[in-house]
């Protein structure tokens, strides 16, 4: 199906199971422990040996000797592999860096070596064992001094330099001016689940049980690593316990299971330790940023600029931290620039909300800087500075844009009226009490999606689409979609998810996934709502489908009639006409309102309440959007007050790579957490006319965290983690 004009009246729109906050269908299997992740297969194949991962210990440089006798004579060690004896190994579509090093050493903790054992205690010990020689080269590991060296990106999504009007003259000319550089530290996806995978090979054919994100990408990519046809390999990832951007690519571990299975001679599993995880493989890289704001006395903005530095190995993408400066406010003058300093750090890559996370952790504390100088309400100021065209191309509306609802509903709601201007005059008790507000923006991105249907004669619907379920709620909202296309009950359907045998889908990432994928399985539905009507001779264009029934021309016939004589099946996909989306901007909107207290004698922050209110489309099943949305708020408070990967800038590692030295919050750390999805559907972007939320959450909120600090204590930090010691010297006396 081509999505080429915009949707009008469908099944959809009877919203009798679309739109229902539903319990997941998959609940009961992750709460009693049935959902078969990827380490924990115990129903295929026979029993398997397990590989332990061995990390370079240098960050740049060759290997130049290997001894691995010791460990081979180590208990239980089955095999070893190294690059030496792995074959050739090509470089992935999605891969910075090698997935096995050696000789050449690309990055620290490269994987260099698997050892493959019984056990997994075997395997470790047996690693420990061999010995490395290694002849370090000098790296660079540190953003701020390779800042003047950085390049014009190769491989940035979007333009390295953007510029509208003039606004080197505009900037100038402003009454009232903003000159500002902010930075964010380099962070760790931190999922729960590790990354892991299982191999097994039948003659010349691969099977792999992983965690990840993409599984057509993943079939792709570890066909094209290990040379062979697409067709000889099998992806099978149904659960997956978090992934956040990280596992939307082949990690060294599902290379090197299907490498260590072959040698071992069965099946091998693989985890990456959690060292690994934060060093092997990627991660969100620091940003500096650098933003300037021009406006007249009456707060209209005439000049935004926005410059952006970040790191990464060679080859390697930029942090595209000004993508939502070009979109979010009007301004006749802009221009956005982005710089890539080449690191020899672990490689860099997606991370939830990749671009507009960090982005908006600075943008949005100059617009709130921006509005002080001004004696505005920063809330008012944006608004001021709201636009329903792209400021870049006027002639180009958005296709559906409620920034201000979003900034009016939320006001209210939080009881923004209360904040006083004046930094540091709310006090309840030894804490200072401030407010703080910010934007969140995120494009709405969509990728052609299949799927594949089944009708049986008993009624039922079953759906298989390679889609993947990352903790979002992917079975539920496409058992809903199915279900109300085919006018059956939720438990009526069934779903089969996350196989590479089954049609592609637009998988999990981006937040294209829940739009896309539904629109898939809307597309598949039209098909097979179209046989069934043929088979039981109703009229296609007018068939009702309800209540398990198929109703038309004064007759109703039971749906599983239609497949009395054999089970109808049925594939389609849905294709995005580009021209067509593209005719409009969109975007999805949000805005973030915190409340937080700061200890008066320590500077301790904590947050006291939080509320976002997005705009993002038909809202498929406000129960686990609404999951999305506050998961993403507890991942936007980690990024301002806690969450750094510290960097050795002298050996080019992350220092603390585990979730001991990593801090990611708690729940002590988290008040109640409110959402409002505002009523609105855009017939643009899909037949489901949807949108996104997975990373429109955590948009903004790091900046709205900031500057309620900046509003109780009269701190202003711009460079996060806003931690106490950036504080304390700058709280007002105590009284």
């Known amino acids: ?387 329903q065209v792209d400021p870049e191309d006027p002639k180009r509306p958005f296709s559906l844009r409620q920034l201000t609802e979003c900034y009016r509903t939320g006001a209210e709601k939080f009881g923004w009226s209360a904040r006083r201007a004046r930094t540091g005059q709310v006090r309840d008790g030894r804490w200072l009490v401030g407010m703080g507000a910010a934007s969140a923006f995120r494009n709405n991105l969509t990728m052609a999606s299949g799927a594949r249907v089944r009708l049986g004669s008993d009624g039922v619907v079953t759906v298989e689409t390679d889609m993947t379920d990352i903790g979002t709620g992917s079975y539920t909202i496409i058992a809903q979609t199915a279900a109300e296309m085919m006018g059956v009950p939720l438990e009526k359907v069934v779903v089969r998810l996350g196989d590479s045998s089954f049609p592609a889908s637009s998988g999990s990432g981006g937040q294209w996934g829940a739009n896309s994928s539904t629109a898939g399985v809307y597309a598949a539905c039209v098909k097979l709502r179209e046989a069934v009507a043929g088979q039981l001779g109703f009229d296609a264009a007018t068939a009702e489908f309800a209540d398990g029934e198929v109703r038309g021309g004064g007759k109703s016939v039971p749906l599983g009639d239609a497949a009395k004589a054999r089970e109808i099946m049925v594939e389609d996909k849905i294709e995005f006409d580009k021209e067509m989306t593209n005719s409009k901007q969109q975007s999805t909107f949000g805005a973030h309102f915190v409340e937080v207290g700061v200890d008066v004698a320590t500077a301790e922050v904590r947050i006291r309440r939080m509320l976002a209110v997005c705009s993002a489309g038909r809202i498929l099943n406000p129960k686990s959007a609404r999951s999305q949305v506050i998961g993403a708020m507890v991942m936007g408070a980690g990024a301002a007050l806690m969450e750094e990967l510290a960097v050795d800038k002298t050996r080019g590692f992350f220092v603390n790579h585990d979730l001991a030295g990593y801090e990611v919050p708690v729940h002590a750390d988290i008040p109640h957490q409110d959402v409002i999805f505002l009523d609105d559907t855009d017939p643009m972007s899909s037949p489901m006319k949807a ?45």
Not at 361 to 371: K, N, P, S, T
Not at 713 to 729: E, H, M, N, Q, W
């Open 691 to 735: 949108k996104g939320v997975g990373e429109l959450g955590i948009c903004g909120v790091a900046a709205a965290i900031a500057n309620a600090i900046y509003n109780a204590s009269g701190a202003r930090v711009r460079d996060y983690p806003v931690t106490l010691d950036k504080i304390l010297d700058r709280l007002p006396e105590m009284g």
């Open 1 to 387: 199906m081509k999505f080429d004009t915009p949707a009008t009246t469908n099944p959809i729109d009877q919203l009798k199971v679309v739109g229902k906050p539903l319990d997941r269908v998959d609940g009961p299997l992750k709460v009693t422990g049935r959902a078969p992740y990827a380490y924990e297969r115990h129903d295929v194949g026979a029993k398997p040996a397990v590989g332990y991962v061995l990390g370079a210990g240098i960050a740049k440089g060759r290997i130049q000797a290997m001894d691995l006798a010791a460990a081979k004579r180590a208990p239980g060690v089955l095999a070893i592999v190294t690059a030496e004896n792995a074959g050739k190994l090509e470089l992935g579509k999605f891969n910075t860096a090698k997935l096995l090093g050696g000789p050449d050493i690309d990055h620290y903790h490269q994987a260099i070596a698997v050892v493959v054992a019984e056990t997994f205690e075997q395997a470790r010990a047996a690693a420990g064992l061999i010995k490395v020689e290694y002849a370090p080269t000098q790296g660079a590991f540190d953003l701020a001094s390779a800042r003047d060296g950085a390049v014009v990106p190769k491989n940035a999504n979007a333009p390295a330099d953007t510029a509208v009007g003039d606004f080197g003259r505009a900037f100038a000319a402003a009454a009232v001016k903003l000159d500002e550089s902010y930075t964010t530290p380099d962070h760790s996806h931190a999922m729960m689940e590790p990354h892991a995978s299982m191999a097994a090979w039948e003659g010349d054919s691969l099977t792999v049980w992983t965690s990840n994100q993409m599984i057509a990408w993943a079939a792709g990519d570890i066909a094209k690593t290990l040379g062979m046809p697409n067709g000889k390999v099998r992806v099978i990832s149904p659960y997956i316990g978090g992934g956040f951007g990280s596992k939307l690519f082949v990690r060294a571990d599902a290379v090197i299971a299907a490498l260590a299975a072959k040698a071992a001679g069965r099946p091998v599993k693989v985890a990456l330790p959690r060292p690994l995880i934060a060093n092997n493989t990627t991660h969100r890289p620091a940003t500096i940023q650098r933003v300037r704001l021009g406006a007249g006395s009456d707060g209209k903005i005439t000049a935004i600029g926005h410059e952006t530095w970040s790191g990464n190995l060679p080859d390697g993408s930029p942090e595209e931290a000004v993508a939502q400066t070009r979109l979010l406010y009007a301004g006749a003058n802009r221009m956005t620039a982005t710089r890539l300093a080449l690191l020899d750090l672990p490689e860099g890559n997606a991370m939830r909300a990749p671009g507009e996370a960090p982005g908006l952790m600075a943008l949005e504390i100059a617009m709130d800087e921006m509005a002080e100088k001004l004696g505005m309400d920063p809330i008012e100021f944006r608004i001021l500075n709201d636009t």
